[in-house]
């Protein structure tokens, strides 16, 4: 994943977890090609969550959950 999410600690704050997340969607946009690809990491990044806890498993979350609602 990118730096701001590697180093998110379990107990960041809201405002670290945001940018982490901000980092996650910058990432997937930039490696989708094309709006399935887009859609198929936001998954990934659902399923993520689930093996993650604390801020890391919120970021990959609301990564997954904005980057759904934009190409809705």
């Known amino acids: 994943m990118g730096r ?3 180093a998110l600690r379990p107990d960041a704050a809201e405002v670290e977890t945001e ?5 996650l969607i910058a990432e997937a946009e930039a490696h989708a090609f094309c ?6 990491l936001a998954v990934n990044y ?6 993650e806890t ?3 498993a919120r970021a ?3 990564a997954a959950a904005a980057i759904r609602a934009q190409t809705a």
């Open 4 to 6: 701001i999410f590697d």
């Open 19 to 23: 940018a982490a997340m901000a980092e």
């Open 35 to 40: 709006h399935q690809t887009l859609l198929m």
């Open 46 to 51: 659902r399923d993520d969550a689930k093996r």
């Open 54 to 56: 604390g801020a890391r």
């Open 60 to 62: 990959l979350r609301w």
